[in-house]
């Protein structure tokens, strides 16, 4: 049987390398293409897409998805959840988790890829038992990374808890692109051996060694791969989707994907990418394999984001310095996995202790809630030294912290019942709060401005 295909060009592709501004009328120049080429699914949602679909494109994510189910009846469509926190960056009660949930599989898509920051199943309950609930397919991605903790034996362990909790397919995440092939040869072999459940491979092209993993993945029996498009794959973003099915082609692992389609949204997908180059939001350097982060155990989305804040402080030469720092701050604080979240947080606190001359002088807000327990368990233990100076005798809490949240749902649809027309403006504002309800305010002036517009002409012409 052939490997499957997740294409991700409308989802990671464009996240990676143009910060998630496909706009929802470029993406469905494309989707009818995609839908009839053949693959296993299209990630097309979640991630940063909701964020930036309401903060930058001035449109609605609900009704994207609604437009891009209609586009594509063919397909299976796939997104991207962190768990308790959503599609934001703190947690949320367990009801609102179960609302957006029931709301994501309403609107059109089928597969749920839910994981934690730090791989801390608690954090994983709600999501994957709301979408049991209302029928659809929850994926359970492992945050991979190296560390001594992270062990082979560490993620099978995780993987055999996932099987017992309900998850229904599992994703190896390797969201920095730092997994080496020989290292998914072993971790998929041993993962087939000690878990039933599908298995699929996500990685990234940064560190210049992700056709190669994906290939030792599919050697070793790995079920499905994501990869992208070719206009959106490679540099930060998926391996290219038509290469690997040409180096598959007449194997046992053929895809059979129908290429003729694939060619057809490449063009479309080609006329966007320039477009994004002449107007300089796609960076070339997006493009470029950086084997750094092989090095540092680095995302590259991390790696750009240090140059910015260090640019912003006239202090690029200490960017070396920020590197090296980077591990023993996650040394510090239990090994985190370098991803959304703890990614910028661990960043952000290494440029700190540089630029202060002092460890830990100065520390964001998100790192002294990490230490007292409010993202999760840590995936070893924290180096109390550390704790101590950040907190002090604050209290640190083992339990789950979504256990404290009370339900949110009713009181914010209550606070902007008047803005708010449906459960999903509710689900938008209670995520982003403050540029959901500029944009809902906007919809609002609009629609009673065509309104206006519609009696005056009626008024014109004689009407009524």
Known sequence: ???????????????????????????????????????????????????ACLRFLDEDPWERLRLIRKACPNTKLQML???????????????LV??????SLENGIDIIRVFDALNDIRNLKSAIDACIKYGGHCQIA??????????????????????KLGGQSLCIKDMAGVLLPDAAYELVSELKAN???????HTHCTGGIAEMTILKAIEAGVDIVDTALSPFSGGTSQPCTEALCYVLRGTDKDPKLDLAECRKGTAILTEIKDKFLADGVLNPKALTVNPRILRYQVPGGMLSNLMSQLKG??????????????????????????????????????????LAGERYKMVPKEINDYLKGLYGQAPAPVNEDVRKKIIGDAVVIT?????????????????YGDICESDEDVLSCALFENVAVKFLENRRKKANKEADEVVEFNVYIGGN
Request: with cysteine; proline share 5%.
């Open 1 to 51: 049987m052939g490997v499957k295909i997740v294409d991700t060009c409308l989802r990671d592709g464009h996240q990676s390398l143009i910060a998630t501004r496909l706009s929802t009328e470029d993406i469905l120049k494309v989707a009818t293409h995609l839908d009839k080429a053949g693959y296993h699914a299209l990630e097309v949602w979640g991630g940063a897409t909701f964020d």
């Open 81 to 95: 959840f962190r768990g308790q926190n959503i599609l934001g960056y703190r947690h949320y009660s367990d009801e």
């Open 98 to 103: 179960e609302k957006f949930v029931q709301k």
């Open 142 to 163: 492992l945050s991979y990374t190296t560390s001594p903790v992270h062990t082979i034996q560490y993620y099978v362990e995780l993987a055999k808890e996932v099987e």
């Open 195 to 201: 878990c039933s459940l599908p298995i699929e491979l």
């Open 313 to 354: 402080q006239g202090a690029m030469d200490k960017y070396e310095e920020v590197l090296r720092e980077i591990p023993r701050v996650r040394e510090d604080l239990g090994y985190p996995p370098l991803v959304t979240p703890l990614s910028q947080m661990v960043g952000t606190q290494a440029v700190m202790n540089i």
């Open 399 to 415: 339990h789950r912290p979504a256990d404290d949240i009370e339900p949110e749902f009713d009181a914010m649809k209550a606070k």
